[in-house]
Protein backbone atom coordinates (compact mmCIF):
# COMPACT_ATOMS: atom_id res chain seq x y z
CA UNK A 1 0.00 0.00 0.00
CA UNK A 2 1.06 3.04 -0.48
CA UNK A 3 0.68 5.78 2.63
CA UNK A 4 0.96 9.36 3.03
CA UNK A 5 2.25 11.13 6.01
CA UNK A 6 2.86 14.49 7.21
CA UNK A 7 4.94 15.39 10.01
CA UNK A 8 6.87 12.44 9.52
CA UNK A 9 10.46 13.27 10.18
CA UNK A 10 9.94 12.97 14.24
CA UNK A 11 7.55 11.69 17.24
CA UNK A 12 4.47 10.16 16.28
CA UNK A 13 4.57 10.60 12.63
CA UNK A 14 8.14 9.00 12.21
CA UNK A 15 6.74 6.12 14.53
CA UNK A 16 4.23 5.86 12.22
CA UNK A 17 6.48 5.68 8.99
CA UNK A 18 8.87 3.53 10.86
CA UNK A 19 5.73 0.50 11.32
CA UNK A 20 4.29 0.78 7.97
CA UNK A 21 7.79 0.46 6.70
CA UNK A 22 8.03 -2.99 8.70
CA UNK A 23 5.10 -4.24 7.33
CA UNK A 24 5.74 -3.50 3.35
CA UNK A 25 4.18 -0.68 3.03
CA UNK A 26 5.21 2.38 0.54
CA UNK A 27 5.59 5.57 2.91
CA UNK A 28 5.79 8.81 0.88
CA UNK A 29 7.00 10.59 4.37
CA UNK A 30 6.29 14.69 4.03
CA UNK A 31 8.27 16.96 6.06
CA UNK A 32 9.26 20.33 6.53
CA UNK A 33 13.04 19.04 7.15
CA UNK A 34 13.95 15.96 7.40
CA UNK A 35 15.93 14.06 10.10
CA UNK A 36 18.90 11.91 10.42
CA UNK A 37 16.35 8.88 11.73
CA UNK A 38 14.10 9.65 8.88
CA UNK A 39 16.55 9.44 6.08
CA UNK A 40 17.69 6.20 7.90
CA UNK A 41 14.33 4.63 7.25
CA UNK A 42 13.65 3.55 3.61
CA UNK A 43 10.69 6.35 2.96
CA UNK A 44 10.45 8.38 0.25
CA UNK A 45 11.52 11.50 2.06
CA UNK A 46 9.48 14.97 0.22
CA UNK A 47 10.94 17.80 2.17
CA UNK A 48 9.61 21.39 1.94
CA UNK A 49 5.67 20.61 3.00
CA UNK A 50 4.85 23.37 5.19
CA UNK A 51 1.25 23.14 5.92
CA UNK A 52 0.47 25.87 7.58
CA UNK A 53 1.68 27.65 4.56
CA UNK A 54 -2.18 27.70 2.12
CA UNK A 55 0.38 29.59 -0.59
CA UNK A 56 3.56 26.73 -1.09
CA UNK A 57 1.51 23.91 -0.05
CA UNK A 58 0.27 22.77 -3.92
CA UNK A 59 3.72 23.27 -4.89
CA UNK A 60 5.32 21.47 -2.28
CA UNK A 61 3.10 18.42 -2.94
CA UNK A 62 3.81 18.52 -6.87
CA UNK A 63 6.24 15.28 -5.82
CA UNK A 64 3.08 13.12 -5.37
CA UNK A 65 1.26 13.79 -8.67
CA UNK A 66 0.26 10.81 -10.28
CA UNK A 67 0.95 8.41 -7.13
CA UNK A 68 -1.97 6.51 -5.45
CA UNK A 69 -2.75 6.93 -2.07
CA UNK A 70 -4.50 4.29 0.00
CA UNK A 71 -3.87 6.25 3.12
CA UNK A 72 -3.54 9.64 4.15
CA UNK A 73 -2.13 10.30 7.45
CA UNK A 74 -2.67 13.91 8.17
CA UNK A 75 -0.41 14.13 11.56
CA UNK A 76 2.04 17.16 11.19
CA UNK A 77 0.65 19.84 13.91
CA UNK A 78 1.45 22.17 16.90
CA UNK A 79 0.48 22.81 20.43
CA UNK A 80 0.55 26.12 22.20
CA UNK A 81 0.31 26.94 26.07
CA UNK A 82 -2.50 29.86 26.32
CA UNK A 83 -4.10 30.78 29.26
CA UNK A 84 -6.89 32.94 29.74
CA UNK A 85 -4.34 36.00 30.75
CA UNK A 86 -1.20 35.07 28.50
CA UNK A 87 -2.33 34.23 25.06
CA UNK A 88 -1.81 36.31 21.72
CA UNK A 89 -4.16 36.28 18.86
CA UNK A 90 -1.28 35.63 16.21
CA UNK A 91 -0.46 32.12 17.87
CA UNK A 92 -4.18 30.88 18.17
CA UNK A 93 -4.57 31.72 14.29
CA UNK A 94 -1.35 30.05 13.70
CA UNK A 95 -2.52 26.84 15.20
CA UNK A 96 -5.83 27.35 13.72
CA UNK A 97 -3.64 27.40 10.66
CA UNK A 98 -1.38 24.48 11.17
CA UNK A 99 -3.51 22.21 13.12
CA UNK A 100 -7.09 22.86 10.95
CA UNK A 101 -6.88 24.88 7.85
CA UNK A 102 -3.40 22.58 7.06
CA UNK A 103 -4.73 19.00 7.26
CA UNK A 104 -8.42 20.01 5.19
CA UNK A 105 -5.41 21.88 2.17
CA UNK A 106 -3.48 19.18 2.22
CA UNK A 107 -6.45 16.60 1.82
CA UNK A 108 -7.99 18.42 -0.51
CA UNK A 109 -5.14 18.93 -2.60
CA UNK A 110 -4.38 14.93 -2.82
CA UNK A 111 -8.08 13.74 -3.30
CA UNK A 112 -7.39 13.18 -7.25
CA UNK A 113 -4.86 10.72 -6.08
CA UNK A 114 -7.37 8.68 -3.86
CA UNK A 115 -9.70 6.00 -5.10
CA UNK A 116 -12.61 4.33 -3.74
CA UNK A 117 -11.11 2.30 -0.50
CA UNK A 118 -8.82 4.72 0.29
CA UNK A 119 -8.60 5.86 3.78
CA UNK A 120 -7.91 9.55 5.61
CA UNK A 121 -6.14 9.74 8.81
CA UNK A 122 -6.70 12.90 10.92
CA UNK A 123 -4.85 13.35 13.74
CA UNK A 124 -6.25 15.01 16.47
CA UNK A 125 -6.94 15.52 20.48
CA UNK A 126 -9.29 14.99 22.72
CA UNK A 127 -8.33 18.28 23.83
CA UNK A 128 -10.74 19.17 21.32
CA UNK A 129 -13.37 17.79 22.91
CA UNK A 130 -15.89 19.86 24.58
CA UNK A 131 -17.16 17.17 26.53
CA UNK A 132 -13.71 16.07 28.02
CA UNK A 133 -12.88 19.33 28.72
CA UNK A 134 -12.59 19.55 32.53
CA UNK A 135 -9.24 21.90 32.86
CA UNK A 136 -9.59 24.31 30.88
CA UNK A 137 -6.49 27.07 29.01
CA UNK A 138 -5.09 25.82 26.17
CA UNK A 139 -7.18 28.03 24.05
CA UNK A 140 -5.47 27.83 20.70
CA UNK A 141 -5.37 23.57 20.73
CA UNK A 142 -8.71 23.05 21.83
CA UNK A 143 -10.02 25.75 19.35
CA UNK A 144 -8.18 24.08 16.71
CA UNK A 145 -8.41 20.90 17.19
CA UNK A 146 -12.17 21.11 17.45
CA UNK A 147 -11.76 22.97 14.38
CA UNK A 148 -10.52 19.80 12.78
CA UNK A 149 -12.87 17.33 14.19
CA UNK A 150 -15.81 19.68 12.65
CA UNK A 151 -13.73 19.34 9.24
CA UNK A 152 -13.31 16.01 9.43
CA UNK A 153 -17.20 15.34 9.68
CA UNK A 154 -17.53 16.78 6.98
CA UNK A 155 -15.20 15.57 5.26
CA UNK A 156 -16.14 12.16 5.83
CA UNK A 157 -19.70 13.39 4.57
CA UNK A 158 -18.18 15.25 1.32
CA UNK A 159 -16.08 11.70 0.32
CA UNK A 160 -18.63 9.01 1.22
CA UNK A 161 -19.75 8.30 -2.36
CA UNK A 162 -16.10 8.00 -3.26
CA UNK A 163 -16.20 4.93 -1.55
CA UNK A 164 -13.35 7.18 1.19
CA UNK A 165 -13.58 6.44 4.73
CA UNK A 166 -12.12 9.07 7.15
CA UNK A 167 -11.13 8.46 11.19
CA UNK A 168 -10.66 11.69 13.67
CA UNK A 169 -8.04 9.95 15.68
CA UNK A 170 -6.39 10.83 19.49
CA UNK A 171 -3.16 9.13 19.54
CA UNK A 172 -3.18 8.47 23.10
CA UNK A 173 -0.72 10.91 25.72
CA UNK A 174 2.68 10.02 23.70
CA UNK A 175 5.87 10.65 25.08
CA UNK A 176 7.27 13.04 21.87
CA UNK A 177 8.52 16.70 21.57
CA UNK A 178 5.31 18.06 21.88
CA UNK A 179 4.62 17.38 25.62
CA UNK A 180 8.33 17.38 26.42
CA UNK A 181 8.31 13.48 26.75
CA UNK A 182 5.64 13.52 29.24
CA UNK A 183 3.16 11.23 27.81
CA UNK A 184 2.26 7.45 29.49
CA UNK A 185 3.13 5.86 26.08
CA UNK A 186 5.43 5.27 23.93
CA UNK A 187 5.14 6.93 20.31
CA UNK A 188 5.97 2.79 18.88
CA UNK A 189 2.40 1.34 21.02
CA UNK A 190 0.73 4.90 19.40
CA UNK A 191 1.72 4.07 15.98
CA UNK A 192 0.60 0.64 16.24
CA UNK A 193 -3.08 1.65 17.93
CA UNK A 194 -3.55 4.48 15.08
CA UNK A 195 -2.71 1.49 12.71
CA UNK A 196 -5.15 -0.68 13.99
CA UNK A 197 -7.59 2.16 13.91
CA UNK A 198 -6.94 2.94 10.09
CA UNK A 199 -7.05 -1.17 9.63
CA UNK A 200 -10.53 -1.22 11.60
CA UNK A 201 -11.76 2.22 9.49
CA UNK A 202 -14.46 1.65 6.55
CA UNK A 203 -17.30 3.25 5.50
CA UNK A 204 -19.55 2.14 8.28
CA UNK A 205 -17.11 3.94 11.01
CA UNK A 206 -16.49 6.72 8.91
CA UNK A 207 -16.47 10.28 11.16
CA UNK A 208 -15.77 8.50 14.18
CA UNK A 209 -13.40 10.08 16.69
CA UNK A 210 -11.42 7.46 17.93
CA UNK A 211 -8.72 6.88 20.72
CA UNK A 212 -5.70 4.82 19.15
CA UNK A 213 -6.86 2.47 21.97
CA UNK A 214 -10.33 1.92 20.27
CA UNK A 215 -12.19 4.09 22.42
CA UNK A 216 -14.76 5.98 21.04
CA UNK A 217 -14.56 9.48 22.34
CA UNK A 218 -17.01 12.19 22.46
CA UNK A 219 -17.13 15.75 20.56
N1 LIG B 1 2.00 13.77 21.88
C1 LIG B 1 0.76 13.75 22.36
O1 LIG B 1 0.53 13.43 23.56
C2 LIG B 1 -0.40 14.09 21.48
C3 LIG B 1 -1.69 14.02 22.03
C4 LIG B 1 -2.78 14.31 21.22
C5 LIG B 1 -2.59 14.64 19.90
N2 LIG B 1 -1.32 14.71 19.38
C6 LIG B 1 -1.19 15.06 17.96
O2 LIG B 1 -0.34 14.14 17.32
C7 LIG B 1 0.27 14.78 16.17
C8 LIG B 1 1.77 14.53 16.20
O3 LIG B 1 2.30 15.16 17.36
P1 LIG B 1 3.62 14.67 18.10
O4 LIG B 1 3.25 14.38 19.50
O5 LIG B 1 4.34 13.67 17.28
O6 LIG B 1 4.40 16.07 18.13
P2 LIG B 1 5.87 16.50 17.74
O7 LIG B 1 6.87 15.48 18.17
O8 LIG B 1 6.00 17.90 18.23
O9 LIG B 1 5.85 16.49 16.13
C9 LIG B 1 5.06 17.41 15.44
C10 LIG B 1 5.28 17.17 13.97
O10 LIG B 1 4.46 18.11 13.25
C11 LIG B 1 5.29 18.80 12.34
N3 LIG B 1 4.82 20.16 12.06
C12 LIG B 1 4.54 21.16 12.92
N4 LIG B 1 4.19 22.27 12.26
C13 LIG B 1 4.24 21.96 10.93
C14 LIG B 1 3.98 22.67 9.76
N5 LIG B 1 3.61 23.96 9.76
N6 LIG B 1 4.13 22.03 8.57
C15 LIG B 1 4.53 20.74 8.52
N7 LIG B 1 4.80 20.02 9.62
C16 LIG B 1 4.65 20.61 10.80
C17 LIG B 1 6.65 18.85 13.03
O11 LIG B 1 7.64 19.19 12.08
P3 LIG B 1 8.91 20.16 12.45
O12 LIG B 1 9.98 19.26 12.98
O13 LIG B 1 9.24 20.80 11.14
O14 LIG B 1 8.43 21.15 13.48
C18 LIG B 1 6.73 17.42 13.54
O15 LIG B 1 7.08 16.56 12.51
C19 LIG B 1 -0.12 16.26 16.27
O16 LIG B 1 -1.19 16.53 15.40
C20 LIG B 1 -0.55 16.42 17.72
O17 LIG B 1 -1.47 17.48 17.89
C21 LIG B 1 -0.23 14.44 20.14
Redesign the pocket.
Known amino acids: MNIVI?????????ALTKAYIGRGDHVYA????SSDELNSLNAKVICG?????PDSLSTSLEPLTGVEIDILIN?????GRESLSDWEPATIDYQFR??AL?PLLVTQTLLPNMHSGSKIGL?????GSMTDNGSGGYYG?RMS?AALNAAGVSLANDVKNRGIAVALL??????????NNA?DVD?ATAAAGLMQRLDDLDLASTGIFYHANGEILPW
Open positions: TGANRGIGLLCRNVDIGNNAGVLVNGITSRMYKHPGFVQTDMVGT
